[in-house]
C-alpha cells in the first residue's frame, strides 16, 4: 500500500514537474516569438525610413559642401536677387526641412531610432542625435562670450573648470534675454545706451562673482561698452528641439494604404506653405547673408554649418553600413565626403585649441 502510494505522488510530482516545464517552455516560445514580431516591426520600419533619411543626408551634405568649397555666392549679403540664387537659397532651406522631416517622420513611426536595440541602430541613433544637437545647441558659445568678456577686462580665468565655465554662459545668457524679450541676440545693439551698460555691469558683476575678483567700476565697464556688446550680439541660429519636432510636422503629409505612414511635401509644395508657416522660416536664419569665408566668433553660422555637415557624413556612413546589402552610396562619393569632413574637423579642432590657449592654463 505504501509503496502504491509513493508511486502516485511521484507520478504527481512527475506530471506536475512536466507540466510547469511545458508551461515555461510555452513562455519562453511565446515571449520569443514576440520578441521576434517586435523586432521583424521594428526593422521593417527601419527599413522604411532609413534610406529616405540617407538620401536626404547625402543632398544636403553636397550642398553644404558646395557652399563651403565654394563660399556659397547665393548666401552672401549682397547677392543679387535673381532667379538661379533665389532657388539655390531655397533649395538649400528645402533640402535642411526635408532631414528634419524625414526624422519625425521615423520617430513618429515609432522605428529603430526609439525601439531597435542592435548594435547598428544605436550608432545611427547616435548619429542622428549628434546631428539634432548641433543644429540646437549653442552651450560652447556662450562660453567663448565669457572668455572673450572677461579677457576684454582684464579677468584672470585660467583657473575656471569647464563644468564652471559652462554654468557662467548659462546665466550670462539668461540676463542677456531679460533685456531682449525676443531672444534674438543681435537685438542687444538696439539697445539704448545706458541699457546696454546695465546689461553689460550685471553680467561683469556675476562674472566676478563667480570668479571671486574684485567687482568691475562702472568707469571701466563703459570704456569698452561698444566692444562687450560686440562679443554679445553674435550672429546665430539655433533651431531647438521643439522647433525641429515642429519643423518636421509641418513637412509631413499623411499616406493611406501605404507601407509607410508619412511622406515629405516636394519642393513646390514646400515653396507655398514656407510663405505662411513661421517654423519654416526659422531655417532660413541660418543661411541668410552668411559668409562662410569669415569663420570667426562673430558669426557662429559658420562654423555650425561646417559641424553640420560633419554629423551628416557620420550619419551617412552609419546607414551606408546598415543597408550594406542595397547600399543607397556608392564607395567612391563617400569617399570624398569623408575626405572633406576630416579636413574641416581639422579646422575645428585647431580653432578650438587656439581658443583654449587663451584661456586655460599649461600644466
Same mark, same amino acid.
Given at each position: 500500500?505504501?509503496?502504491?502510494?509513493?508511486?502516485?505522488?511521484?507520478?504527481?510530482?512527475?506530471?506536475?514537474?512536466?507540466?510547469?516545464?511545458?508551461?515555461?517552455?510555452?513562455?519562453?516560445?511565446?515571449?520569443?516569438?514576440?520578441?521576434?514580431?517586435?523586432?521583424?516591426?521594428?526593422?521593417?520600419?527601419?527599413?522604411?525610413?532609413?534610406?529616405?533619411?540617407?538620401?536626404?543626408?547625402?543632398?544636403?551634405?553636397?550642398?553644404?559642401?558646395?557652399?563651403?568649397?565654394?563660399?556659397?555666392?547665393?548666401?552672401?549679403?549682397?547677392?543679387?536677387?535673381?532667379?538661379?540664387?533665389?532657388?539655390?537659397?531655397?533649395?538649400?532651406?528645402?533640402?535642411?526641412?526635408?532631414?528634419?522631416?524625414?526624422?519625425?517622420?521615423?520617430?513618429?513611426?515609432?522605428?529603430?531610432?526609439?525601439?531597435?536595440?542592435?548594435?547598428?541602430?544605436?550608432?545611427?541613433?547616435?548619429?542622428?542625435?549628434?546631428?539634432?544637437?548641433?543644429?540646437?545647441?549653442?552651450?560652447?558659445?556662450?562660453?567663448?562670450?565669457?572668455?572673450?568678456?572677461?579677457?576684454?577686462?582684464?579677468?584672470?580665468?585660467?583657473?575656471?573648470?569647464?563644468?564652471?565655465?559652462?554654468?557662467?554662459?548659462?546665466?550670462?545668457?539668461?540676463?542677456?534675454?531679460?533685456?531682449?524679450?525676443?531672444?534674438? +541676440?543681435? %537685438?542687444?545693439?538696439? #539697445? &539704448?545706451?545706458? /541699457?546696454?551698460? *546695465?546689461?553689460?555691469?550685471?553680467?561683469? !558683476?556675476? =562674472?566676478?562673482? +563667480?570668479? %571671486?575678483?574684485?567687482? #568691475? &567700476?562702472?568707469? /571701466?565697464?563703459? *570704456?569698452?561698452?561698444?566692444?562687450?556688446? !560686440?562679443? =554679445?550680439?553674435?550672429?546665430?541660429?539655433?533651431?531647438?528641439?521643439?522647433?525641429?519636432?515642429?519643423?518636421?510636422?509641418?513637412?509631413?503629409?499623411?499616406?493611406?494604404?501605404?507601407?509607410?505612414?508619412?511622406?515629405?511635401?516636394?519642393?513646390?509644395?514646400?515653396?507655398?506653405?514656407?510663405?505662411?508657416?513661421?517654423?519654416?522660416?526659422?531655417?532660413?536664419?541660418?543661411?541668410?547673408?552668411?559668409?562662410?569665408?569669415?569663420?570667426?566668433?562673430?558669426?557662429?553660422?559658420?562654423?555650425?554649418?561646417?559641424?553640420?555637415?560633419?554629423?551628416?557624413?557620420?550619419?551617412?556612413?552609419?546607414?551606408?553600413?546598415?543597408?550594406?546589402?542595397?547600399?543607397?552610396?556608392?564607395?567612391?562619393?563617400?569617399?570624398?565626403?569623408?575626405?572633406?569632413?576630416?579636413?574641416?574637423?581639422?579646422?575645428?579642432?585647431?580653432?578650438?585649441?587656439?581658443?583654449?590657449?587663451?584661456?586655460?592654463?599649461?600644466?
Amino acid at each position: 500500500m505504501t509503496d502504491q502510494v509513493n508511486w502516485a505522488l511521484i507520478n504527481t510530482l512527475i506530471s506536475a514537474s512536466v507540466g510547469a516545464l511545458v508551461a515555461l517552455i510555452t513562455i519562453f516560445v511565446d515571449g520569443r516569438r514576440k520578441r521576434n514580431e517586435r523586432k521583424r516591426v521594428e526593422y521593417d520600419t527601419y527599413k522604411r525610413y532609413s534610406k529616405p533619411i540617407m538620401f536626404a543626408a547625402e543632398t544636403l551634405a553636397w550642398r553644404l559642401r558646395e557652399v563651403l568649397m565654394f563660399k556659397g555666392a547665393f548666401l552672401l549679403p549682397d547677392a543679387p536677387m535673381n532667379g538661379f540664387f533665389k532657388y539655390k537659397f531655397e533649395s538649400t532651406v528645402y533640402r535642411l526641412c526635408v532631414l528634419i522631416g524625414w526624422i519625425r517622420a521615423a520617430k513618429k513611426e515609432h522605428s529603430y531610432i526609439e525601439g531597435f536595440e542592435d548594435a547598428k541602430s544605436s550608432e545611427i541613433r547616435d548619429a542622428i542625435n549628434n546631428f539634432q544637437r548641433v543644429l540646437a545647441d549653442g552651450s560652447h558659445v556662450e562660453v567663448s562670450i565669457f572668455e572673450e568678456l572677461s579677457k576684454s577686462y582684464g579677468l584672470e580665468i585660467k583657473q575656471i573648470t569647464p563644468q564652471t565655465r559652462q554654468e557662467i554662459g548659462v546665466e550670462l545668457e539668461r540676463i542677456v534675454f531679460k533685456y531682449i524679450p525676443n531672444q534674438i +541676440k543681435k %537685438n542687444v545693439s538696439n #539697445l &539704448e545706451r545706458g /541699457k546696454q551698460l *546695465e546689461m553689460v555691469k550685471s553680467i561683469m !558683476d556675476f =562674472i566676478c562673482y +563667480k570668479t %571671486n575678483q574684485q567687482i #568691475l &567700476e562702472e568707469s /571701466k565697464i563703459k *570704456e569698452k561698452i561698444e566692444v562687450s556688446i !560686440d562679443e =554679445i550680439a553674435r550672429e546665430f541660429c539655433w533651431i531647438y528641439r521643439d522647433w525641429q519636432n515642429a519643423i518636421g510636422d509641418e513637412m509631413l503629409t499623411q499616406l493611406e494604404d501605404s507601407y509607410r505612414h508619412f511622406d515629405v511635401i516636394g519642393f513646390g509644395e514646400f515653396i507655398t506653405k514656407h510663405e505662411k508657416s513661421d517654423w519654416l522660416k526659422k531655417v532660413d536664419n541660418l543661411f541668410s547673408n552668411l559668409d562662410v569665408s569669415i569663420d570667426n566668433r562673430f558669426d557662429t553660422r559658420v562654423s555650425q554649418v561646417k559641424r553640420i555637415y560633419i554629423t551628416l557624413v557620420k550619419l551617412i556612413d552609419e546607414l551606408n553600413k546598415a543597408i550594406e546589402d542595397e547600399q543607397a552610396i556608392s564607395k567612391k562619393e563617400l569617399k570624398i565626403l569623408i575626405e572633406y569632413q576630416k579636413k574641416l574637423k581639422e579646422e575645428i579642432e585647431n580653432m578650438e585649441a587656439n581658443r583654449l590657449a587663451r584661456s586655460t592654463p599649461v600644466n
